[in-house]
Structures are given as C-alpha cells and as structure tokens.
C-alpha cells in the first residue's frame, strides 16, 4: 500500500514589517516622518518656552521675579513658569501628533519627558535640600551696573540670575514633569480633531 503523500500547504501571508495601517508605513520614510514628528514637536516646546519667557520677563517687575535681596525666584514666578512650560508642551505635543499621524510620535516624545523627569528626580535625591540663596543687589544697584556695562536693566539682571540664581528642587522635577503631562494633552487635542490614519 502506498503511504499517503504528504500536501505542501501554502505557506500562511507573512506578517509585513511595514504594514500600512502600522506607525512606520512606508518604511523609511514611515521612520523619518515619526521622528521628525519628535523633533519637530520638540522644537516648538522650546522656542514657545524661550520666547515666552523672554515676553514675560519684560512685561514683569524684578521684585516680582526675585525675592526682595535675594536671587530666588517668588511663588508668582514659578507658577508662571510652570505654566508656560505646560502650554508650550501642549503645542509641541499636538504638532508631533499631527505630523506623525499615529501614536508612535507622541510616544517617543512622552519617553524622553519621562526620562528626563526620572533624571531630575535622582538628581534632587541626590542632593539633598535647596541651595541657599545667593544674596541680590538693590534695584538701584543693579540700574547703575547694568548702565556701567552698557545694557538694559533686565537684560543686565537676568544675566547675573543665570549666575547666581538656583531654581528650588521641586522646580527642577515639575519643569520635565509639566512637559510630559503638556504634550500628551496636546496630542489627545489633536487626535480629537483629526483621526488616526
């Protein structure tokens, strides 16, 4: 008797490394617009921190900045600050979402926040309490320095901040921390009004 012969099947449909409904469809062009959508999302964060940061500290008194003879920023300060931060995230977060067109940018960019948040908390363990703060001239000290060295006033003192001033330990936690939190809200703003591809 014959043995049976054994049926080739037909081999099942590979599971594609790029699929289209995948978040790097069209291969390397699928990987560079996802991390473009990062660096872009990035970028923007940083530039709306920088600039309103910059408006704000010109729209502002420096007494309402730095605490009276000290170079340590007051409560007012930090919450704006913190706000700002968190807002620009937002921004950044939604325009890495619109370009990257699924999750996979916002997850990138939600990582390095997180790692930079984590990185900032073993920092401040590691140092252990806030720095003392560094004492600041008077107002009219620093108008006759900066009027010496040729500058504004504010651009003169917030020099001599970058020097002398030390954000306190929760602030280095919350700046990364307000980052995370900005940029997924953003993304999820931005995923309401376009859907995933």
Same mark, same amino acid.
């Given at each position: 008797?014959?043995?049976?012969?054994?049926?080739?099947?037909?081999?099942?449909?590979?599971?594609?490394?790029?699929?289209?409904?995948?978040?790097?469809?069209?291969?390397?062009?699928?990987?560079?617009?996802? /991390?473009? =959508?990062?660096?872009?999302?990035?970028? +923007? &964060?940083?530039? #709306?921190?920088?600039?309103?940061?910059?408006? @704000? *500290?010109?729209?502002?008194?420096?007494?309402?900045?730095?605490?009276?003879?000290?170079?340590? /920023?007051? =409560?007012?300060?930090?919450?704006?600050? +913190? &706000?700002?931060? #968190?807002?620009?995230?937002?921004?950044?977060? @939604? *325009?890495?979402?619109?370009?990257?067109?699924?999750?996979?940018?916002?997850?990138?960019?939600?990582?390095?926040?997180?790692?930079?948040?984590?990185?900032?908390?073993?920092?401040?363990?590691?140092?252990?309490?806030?720095?003392?703060?560094?004492?600041?001239?008077?107002?009219?000290?620093?108008?006759?320095?900066?009027?010496?060295?040729?500058?504004?006033?504010?651009?003169?003192?917030?020099?001599?901040?970058?020097?002398?001033?030390?954000?306190?330990?929760?602030?280095?936690?919350?700046?990364?921390?307000?980052?995370?939190?900005?940029?997924?809200?953003?993304?999820?703003?931005?995923?309401?009004?376009?859907?995933?591809?």
């Amino acid at each position: 008797m014959d043995q049976p012969t054994i049926r080739d099947r037909d081999p099942s449909p590979s599971r594609p490394a790029w699929r289209e409904d995948g978040p790097f469809a069209g291969g390397g062009l699928g990987v560079l617009r996802v /991390a473009l =959508s990062v660096v872009v999302g990035y970028l +923007i &964060m940083a530039m #709306l921190v920088m600039s309103t940061m910059f408006l @704000a *500290v010109q729209a502002m008194d420096l007494d309402a900045i730095f605490e009276q003879g000290f170079w340590k /920023a007051t =409560s007012r300060w930090n919450t704006i600050s +913190i &706000m700002i931060n #968190l807002l620009s995230a937002v921004a950044g977060g @939604a *325009v890495c979402e619109r370009i990257a067109r699924n999750k996979m940018g916002i997850r990138l960019l939600a990582i390095v926040f997180a790692v930079a948040t984590i990185g900032s908390i073993v920092t401040v363990l590691r140092a252990g309490p806030d720095p003392e703060p560094v004492p600041r001239p008077s107002l009219e000290a620093l108008v006759a320095a900066a009027a010496e060295a040729k500058q504004s006033t504010t651009l003169y003192a917030m020099t001599e901040a970058g020097k002398h001033a030390r954000e306190p330990n929760w602030m280095k936690i919350a700046n990364p921390a307000s980052g995370l939190v900005g940029a997924l809200l953003g993304a999820m703003l931005a995923r309401r009004q376009v859907p995933t591809r």
